[in-house]
């Protein structure tokens, strides 16, 4: 059974960063792209980030570019999520995702599958 697991969310002044974790219990994790998204209260789930499986290609929704960093290291099975200058509108819920499809993919569908969220909240 495929579990990923969030963690590193919690709550930060503005201005400030945050490392989320994502910890995959997949035999192949290597093959399997990743995505992160956030919902935040009364909002849509909304891209954030993929990283390809080998980790050499990365591609962010516009909102967050040049703030978020994704990377992974597959020999420990876990993706991570580097979010830097937080603001009050990242206040959301952080979802990892993995999928198999080989390309960048920017929308819930086609992912394979969800963790359970980490919250991040972000004070003025």
């Known amino acids: 059974q495929v579990q990923l697991v969030e963690s590193g969310g919690g709550l930060v002044q503005a201005g400030g960063s945050l490392r989320l974790s994502c910890a995959a219990s997949?035999?192949?994790?290597?093959?399997?792209?990743m995505g992160w998204f956030r919902q935040a209260p009364g909002k849509e789930r909304e891209f954030v980030a993929h990283?390809?499986?080998?980790?050499?290609?990365?591609f962010y929704a516009d909102s967050v570019k040049g703030r978020f960093t994704s990377s992974r290291d597959n020999a420990k099975n876990t993706v991570y999520l580097q979010i830097n200058n937080l603001k009050p509108d990242d206040t959301a819920v952080y979802y990892c995702?993995?999928?198999?499809?080989?390309?960048?993919?920017?929308?819930?569908?086609?992912?394979?599958?969800w963790g359970q969220g980490t919250q991040v909240t972000v004070s003025s």
């Open positions: 995702a993995a999928t198999w499809k080989s390309y960048i993919l920017a929308s819930r569908v086609g992912y394979d599958y």
């Open positions: 990283i390809s499986a080998s980790g050499a290609t990365t």
């Open positions: 997949i035999r192949t994790f290597s093959s399997y792209a």
